[in-house]
């Protein structure tokens, strides 16, 4: 059974730093690792993703500011994310794609930055 289990969401200051978690059990290596964020009323974005190859992908509004890494051995998934704005406010979701295209979505962790 697959589970992801995301951690490290918090509230935070306008300008400040958090660091999102994912801990992805029941797969192996991943061809695609990413995360997501959705405010109320919002559709869900794509923020960052990381293929198992090491390939990166931002959205426009966190190049520079957020960076994605994975720990293939670990089943792990961190977002860095510096800078942090009123705009960075969402819930952020942990996405996996398996060898099989199957895909997996964490719980959601809440980030709040106040201004």
């Known amino acids: 059974q697959v589970r992801l289990v995301e951690s490290g969401g918090g509230l935070v200051q306008a300008g400040g730093s958090l660091t999102l978690s994912c801990a992805a059990s029941?797969?192996?290596?991943?061809?695609?690792m990413g995360w997501h964020r959705q405010a109320p009323g919002k559709e869900r974005e794509s923020v960052a993703s990381?293929?198992?190859?090491?390939?990166?992908r931002y959205a426009d509004s966190v190049e520079g500011r957020f960076t994605i890494s994975r720990d293939n051995a670990r089943n792990m998934v961190y977002l860095q994310m510096h800078s942090l704005n009123a705009e960075d406010t969402n819930v952020y979701y942990c996405?996996?794609?398996?060898?099989?295209?199957?895909?997996?979505w964490g719980q959601g962790t809440q980030v709040t930055v106040s201004s």
């Open positions: 996405k996996v794609v398996t060898i099989n295209s199957v895909t997996y």
């Open positions: 029941g797969i192996t290596v991943a061809p695609y």
């Open positions: 990381m293929a198992a190859n090491g390939i990166t």
